[in-house]
């Protein structure tokens, strides 16, 4: 089955220290996967993709294909990346249609 | 031009009460998913409808709630004698027809008492 697993509900760090947030996906065929950010009061939006392979707001997603990972990361958080974190797989054949994982709430503490 | 739209933005209902929630996606686009979210609980899959194919239905929870396309653009949610475990933000997104990224819209909040 088709799955998108975020394990963690909420991570907590403190300004400045590196954050990651994991991200695991089954699929069998070569998906594209995107990260989503959902700010306080503010609509869900894509902050990232991985076909793009840029860095957003400083952070980054690698797509690790062997063990089926998409993890965010970002060296140094700051307190406005607190927010809620959506991974997501685009299942790119038939409808294309997405999944997305259950989140994970980042709180950057000062 | 206009991002995605939603009304009403707040809805209070009693307890088997029957509401409907409307979507206005972005102008072309064809794929249109209506999502759940509820305090703690991340986003939840209701339905999926893509151009003219049947809609992907299996995130509905129950038989109580049903959604329509109507000329492959504005969308209408309707729950039937709600519950309060109905109580939630109901989000629709539209996408191109290639699948690429999702536009949100604000919402709405749904409270059943």
């Known amino acids: 089955a088709q799955r998108v697993t975020q394990p963690e509900k909420l991570l907590s760090v403190f300004k400045g220290a590196p954050v990651e947030l994991k991200c695991n996906y089954s699929?069998?065929?070569?998906?594209?996967l995107f990260w989503y950010v959902q700010y306080s009061r503010q609509r869900l939006q894509l902050l990232l993709r991985?076909?793009s392979r840029e860095s957003i707001k400083g952070f980054t997603a690698d797509l690790n294909k062997g063990e089926t990972s998409f993890h965010l990361k970002k060296p140094f958080a700051q307190e406005e990346d607190s927010a809620m974190y959506y991974c997501?797989?685009?299942?790119?054949?038939?409808?294309?249609?997405?999944?997305f994982g259950t989140g994970t709430r980042l709180k950057v503490l000062a | 031009g206009a991002g995605v739209s939603q009304s009403p933005s707040n809805k209070v209902t009693e307890k088997g009460k029957d509401v409907e929630l409307r979507c206005d996606p972005i102008?072309?686009?064809?794929?249109l998913y209506w999502y759940r979210q509820s305090l703690g609980q991340g986003l939840e899959f209701l339905i999926y409808?893509?151009?003219?194919?049947?809609?992907?239905k299996s995130g509905l929870p129950s038989d109580r709630f049903s959604a329509e396309r109507t000329g492959g653009s504005v969308s209408t949610l309707t729950i039937q004698r709600t519950q309060q475990e109905d109580s939630a933000v109901y989000l629709c997104?539209?996408?191109?027809?290639?699948?690429?990224?999702?536009?949100f819209g604000p919402g709405t909040r749904l409270t059943v008492l």
């Open positions: 991985h076909i």
């Open positions: 699929y069998s065929g070569s998906p594209e």
């Open positions: 102008s072309g686009h064809t794929a």
């Open positions: 997104a539209s996408s191109s027809d290639r699948g690429d990224e999702q536009f």
């Open positions: 997501a797989l685009l299942r790119p054949t038939g409808t294309y249609k997405y999944i």
């Open positions: 409808f893509q151009g003219n194919s049947a809609p992907d």
